[in-house]
């Protein structure tokens, strides 16, 4: 099976930036729809940027202007810079994939474990 595996979380203050990555276990996956997810302590998952496999990235409103969702299909990895680091952006950060593995299959979802961003001076 796929698996997906983020780094680059840490400990970082405010108005900081971390980088975090996602890498495939297989070749060319990251060519899917990928998308970044966080959740917080107490809340729910939310989106926070996605790329389509056609190179259109989208970005929910609290990381718009801030962050950044990039792909290297080389590397199998897909990546979010996030810069201007505030501390309501502390949560656990999950790398997913939207793959639809045949042609009269439904669309499943891959995620990784995650990795946890705390931002806190």
């Known amino acids: 099976q796929v698996q997906l595996v983020e780094s680059g979380g840490g400990l970082v203050q405010p108005g900081g930036s971390l980088r975090l990555s996602c890498t495939a276990s297989?070749?060319?996956?990251?060519?899917?729809?990928m998308g970044w997810y966080r959740q917080a302590t107490g809340r729910e998952r939310e989106l926070v940027a996605s790329?389509?496999?056609?190179?259109?990235?989208n970005y929910a409103d609290s990381g718009r202007g801030r962050f950044t969702i990039s792909r290297d299909v080389a590397q199998n990895t897909v990546y979010l810079q996030m810069n201007s680091l505030k501390p309501e952006d502390t949560a656990v950060y999950y790398c997913?994939?939207?793959?639809?593995?045949?042609?009269?299959?439904?669309?499943?979802?891959?995620w990784g474990k995650g990795t946890l961003v705390t931002v806190s001076s």
């Open positions: 297989r070749r060319g996956f990251t060519r899917n729809d």
């Open positions: 997913n994939a939207r793959v639809k593995p045949c042609i009269e299959c439904n669309v499943i979802d891959v």
């Open positions: 790329i389509t496999g056609d190179g259109a990235a």
